[in-house]
């Protein structure tokens, strides 16, 4: 059974800095693109960051230079370090592990972790 389980979700200050973590199944880890998704309240899912099995990143021009993806192939974990945070960036983060091959795209999707920016 695949699993993806997020942690470090919480509150922060405007500017603060949190850590998001996603341990995965070992099934998946080394094949699969990983990445991190948020869905604020009354807006769609949007992509945050993503990183290949081979360890090309890409990341939301909302986020560049503030957010950062990596794994951690060892501990089949993925990881977001958000810097700088701003009050919209307040959302559940969601972990996703995705194989395409042609015009099929399977998608593996954590529970979420709250994260909220507020003073």
């Known amino acids: 059974q695949?699993?993806?389980?997020?942690?470090?979700?919480?509150?922060?200050?405007?500017?603060?800095?949190?850590?998001l973590s996603c341990a995965a199944s070992a099934s998946i880890f080394s094949t699969y693109t990983m990445g991190w998704y948020r869905q604020a309240p009354?807006?769609?899912?949007e992509m945050v960051a993503s990183i290949t099995r081979g360890g090309?990143?890409?990341?939301?021009?909302?986020?560049?230079?503030?957010f950062t993806i990596s794994r951690d192939n060892?501990?089949?974990?993925?990881f977001l370090q958000m810097n700088s945070l701003k009050?919209?960036?307040?959302?559940?983060?969601?972990?996703?592990?995705?194989?395409?091959?042609?015009s099929l795209s399977i998608n593996y999707?954590?529970?979420?972790?709250?994260?909220?920016?507020?003073?």
């Open 2 to 19: 695949v699993q993806l389980v997020e942690s470090g979700g919480g509150l922060v200050q405007p500017g603060g800095s949190l850590r």
């Open 42 to 45: 009354g807006k769609q899912r």
């Open 56 to 66: 090309s990143t890409d990341h939301a021009d909302s986020v560049k230079g503030r």
């Open 74 to 78: 060892g501990k089949n974990t993925v």
């Open 87 to 102: 009050p919209e960036d307040t959302a559940v983060y969601y972990c996703n592990a995705k194989s395409t091959a042609g």
């Open 109 to 119: 999707w954590g529970k979420g972790t709250l994260v909220t920016v507020s003073s």
